[in-house]
């Protein structure tokens, strides 16, 4: 059931000044303002699971300056080709198996192929067929591949926006802005759910990061899922030994995001392997209800199940399944979500 707390109809107009104010609130006052925010939309006190799986590892063409599995950088990493599709059926079984409901799988690439692109429909296929959400990151798509995708019964595509239009020509000179732009623009045309966030901890200022919460709140509809990662820094890539960000600033992060995209799903996603139980459940105070569940991310450690498990034991946050239709009054987007026990 949903609180007493008032939604306030979805706005996708916001200025930088008014983003930075809301980073700028006392700790408490920003806090207090979130959690309103989430009890209006949500049960607080359950969470969004999801499964990453990297499909195709490394040798990738971009020069993303925080990523082990671009070929530019020296991080030490094996590169995999596409995985076959039985290989990645046989996981997502197991997966469902273990309670997971959405399967997320990332590659490597700049863009896919469309011979690439038909080995992932066949692995979106297969995935639906089990009865879970299909959740891709392929890099950047063209508008046909949009509708492939979703035709194949593609729920969300992850595309980051990573930081704000400022700073990202610090960390990728091989694609612009406004490809990513385009891409999602491509993702939202066909119908498909988005998937968008960034990164912190990459250097960037206060204000650039509140100039990338302010570009995802004002696409034309909210993302209906928003990570929030932090950075994991790679040996080998040029964002390796950045300065740490201050844990609370990631805490405010998160609340911005849930206040400027209320009735999206905010996932706490790469880094939390780093966390303190302390940090990870301020996270959830203020607005986080999603996370990756699983011993790995892409390439990088996550959280380990057995830590996660009884995190959320302690803090009577549960997996259990709900499915919630939300409609605003004037809302930019509606959400469907399926979760199940794990
Ligand atoms: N290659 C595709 C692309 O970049 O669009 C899809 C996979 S890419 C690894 C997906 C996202 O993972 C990136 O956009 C970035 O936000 C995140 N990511 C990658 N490496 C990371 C790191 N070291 N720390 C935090 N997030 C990272
Ligand atoms: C996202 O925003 N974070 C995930 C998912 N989308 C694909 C990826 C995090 C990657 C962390 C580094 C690694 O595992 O290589
Ligand atoms: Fe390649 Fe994606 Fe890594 Fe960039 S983030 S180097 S596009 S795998």
Not at 113 to 126: A, I, P, Q, S
Not at 184 to 190: C, G, M, N
Request: glycine content about 6%.
């Amino acid at each position: 059931m949903l609180s007493t707390h008032t939604r306030t109809p979805l706005r996708n107009d916001w200025t930088l000044d008014e983003v930075e104010a809301l980073l700028n609130l006392p700790f408490s006052d920003l806090l207090f303002r979130a959690q309103g925010v989430h009890r209006a939309h949500f049960d607080p006190n359950r969470i969004q699971v999801s499964t990453l799986l990297s499909i195709k590892t490394g040798a990738c063409p971009e020069d993303c300056g925080y990523c082990a599995q671009s070929a530019k950088h020296e991080a030490q990493l094996e590169p995999e080709p596409l995985m076959p599709v039985e290989d990645v059926l046989e996981i997502a079984q197991q997966a469902r198996h273990g309670g997971a409901t959405r399967f997320c799988m990332g590659a490597a690439w700049r863009n896919p192929t469309d011979k690439n692109l038909e080995k992932v429909v066949r692995m979106v296929e297969g995935i639906h067929a089990l009865g879970m959400e299909t959740c891709v990151t392929l890099g950047m798509l063209t508008a046909a591949q949009a509708h492939r995708l979703k035709d194949a019964g593609l729920d969300y595509y992850n595309h980051n926006l990573d930081t704000s239009p400022e700073f990202y020509g610090q960390v990728i000179t091989t694609r612009t802005y406004q490809d990513r732009l385009d891409t999602l623009e491509h993702v939202r045309a066909v119908g498909l759910k988005t998937c968008s966030g960034g990164i912190l901890g990459m250097g960037e200022s206060r204000r650039d990061r509140a100039s990338m919460l302010r570009q995802l709140a004002n696409l034309p509809a909210h993302p209906e899922s928003v990570p929030i990662n932090l950075l994991v820094q790679v040996e080998g890539t040029p964002l390796f030994g950045r300065e740490a960000l201050d844990p609370f600033e990631l805490v405010r992060v998160v609340a911005v995001a849930r206040i400027l995209m209320p009735a999206s799903y905010v996932r706490l996603s790469a880094g939390r392997s780093e966390m303190s139980d302390e940090l990870q459940a301020l996270c959830f105070l203020s607005g986080a209800n999603s996370i990756f569940y699983g011993e790995r991310l892409l390439t990088a450690p996550n959280a380990e199940s057995d830590r996660d498990r009884q995190l959320l034991d302690r803090l009577g946050l549960s997996f259990e399944e709900v499915e919630a239709e939300r409609t605003d009054p004037g809302a930019c987007n509606k959400t469907t979500e399926h979760r199940i026990s794990l």
